[in-house]
Nanobody
Framework: QLQLVESGGGLVQPGGSLRLSCVVS????????IGWFRQAPGKEREGVSC????????NYAATVKGRFTISKDNTKNTVYLQMNGLKPEDTAIYYC??????????????????WGQGTQVTVSS
């Protein structure tokens, strides 16, 4: 049973930066995808970014492309989401998730079978 723990959220002014971290209890040699999702109050959960097990393939939602960068450090079992140029509309709870279902993408959150508890990101002046 994989366990995921997110950290790094907080309050930041518009235009500021945050780096979220997700520690995964284990990186298996099988194919998997790690994704970041977010959910704002009153809105549906949306995919933000994902990265393949090799780290060579990444994907971003159009709303964050060019501002957010996903990366992983296998030596630390950690995936990062560097968020620059933050906007008030980025305010949400951010979740880290793992899919072991041979799925790569952001469209189907149901394909992700392990989830963290979330970390709050608030962008406000």
């Amino acid at each position: 049973q994989l366990q995921l723990v997110e950290s790094g959220g907080g309050l930041v002014q518009p235009g500021g930066s945050l780096r979220l971290s997700c520690v995964v209890s284990e990186f298996t040699p099988d194919y998997y995808t790690i994704g970041w999702f977010r959910q704002a109050p009153g809105k549906e959960r949306e995919g933000v970014s994902c990265i393949s097990s090799s780290g060579r393939t990444t994907n971003y939602a159009a709303t964050v492309k060019g501002r957010f960068t996903i990366s992983k450090d296998n030596t630390k079992n950690t995936v990062y989401l560097q968020m620059n140029g933050l906007k008030p509309e980025d305010t949400a709870i951010y979740y880290c998730a793992v899919s072991t279902k041979n799925y790569f993408g952001l469209e189907f959150s149901s394909a992700y079978n392990y989830w963290g508890q979330g970390t709050q990101v608030t962008v406000s002046s």
